[in-house]
């Protein structure tokens, strides 16, 4: 099956600090990456929408300065959380879409966020 | 209304039995429905890929989709420890720009 790797796996760092997240397709490419935010025992809920070479589609309540989006090639995705806060603290996971119709996305491992 | 529904549970099942989950949605539009597997502190596992209605069968897992009653099911067989986890199912369609829609997952332990 396709891989998408995502790093770091894990990260801490101090309050008012900007994170970098890595999302990326191993043995495929991806014309669309999503970002998702997960908290404890619920479902994951969708950041936005990357599209390779264009902006970010971002949903609804999600702060687009806050959480800075680059899809600079097709299988890259970088999620920046600038400005970190403990608030922002949660697990974030990216899926890279393999094929064009909304067949399916393929999960990384995900990055766990602790702001102190 | 939620788009997908799914019982959160816990189930709680013993070893050698036959689970079943369960999502339902509204939205007749779906075509593309999936079943992810989720390991505590772990990113979602693709485990089932459906397109349209029908059953689909993959070793122990067996999942099927009833558009007319849109409700989808995913069915364990002989279920395992390392089943234990939570089981999310998704779908998507193409006129909602392929974003995937996704049930709240439930949370599943296999007892040996």
């Known amino acids: 099956g396709a891989v998408v790797s995502q790093h770091p796996s894990r990260v801490i760092c101090k309050s008012g600090t900007s994170v970098k997240i890595e999302c990326r397709s191993l043995?495929?490419?991806?014309?669309?990456m999503f970002w998702y935010r997960q908290f404890p025992k619920q479902s994951l809920m969708l950041m936005a929408t990357?599209?390779?070479?264009?902006?970010?589609?971002?949903e609804q309540g999600v702060e687009k300065d806050k959480f800075l989006i680059n899809h600079a090639s097709l299988t890259l995705s970088t999620l920046t959380v600038t400005s970190a806060h403990p608030e922002d603290s949660s697990f974030y996971i990216c899926?890279?879409?393999?094929?064009?119709?909304?067949?399916?996305?393929?999960f990384g491992p995900g990055t766990r966020l602790l702001v102190l | 209304q939620k788009e997908v529904e799914q019982d959160p549970g816990p189930l709680s099942v013993p070893e050698g039995a036959i689970v079943s989950l369960n999502c339902t949605y509204s939205?007749?539009?779906?075509?593309?429905f999936m079943w992810y597997r989720q390991y505590s502190r772990k990113g979602p596992e693709l485990l089932m890929y459906?397109?349209?209605?029908g059953n689909k069968e993959d070793g122990r897992f067996t999942a099927q989709v009833d558009k007319s009653s849109k409700y989808i099911s995913l069915f364990i067989r002989d279920s395992q420890p390392s089943d234990s986890a939570t089981y999310l199912c998704?779908?998507?369609?193409?006129?909602?720009?392929?974003?995937?829609?996704f049930g709240t997952g439930t949370s599943l332990t296999v007892i040996p």
């Open positions: 990357s599209n390779e070479g264009s902006k970010a589609t971002y």
């Open positions: 939205n007749s539009a779906f075509q593309y």
């Open positions: 998704a779908m998507s369609a193409v006129n909602t720009g392929n974003q995937f829609y």
């Open positions: 899926s890279a879409e393999q094929g064009s119709g909304g067949e399916t996305q393929y």
């Open positions: 043995d495929f490419q991806a014309t669309t």
């Open positions: 459906t397109y349209s209605s």
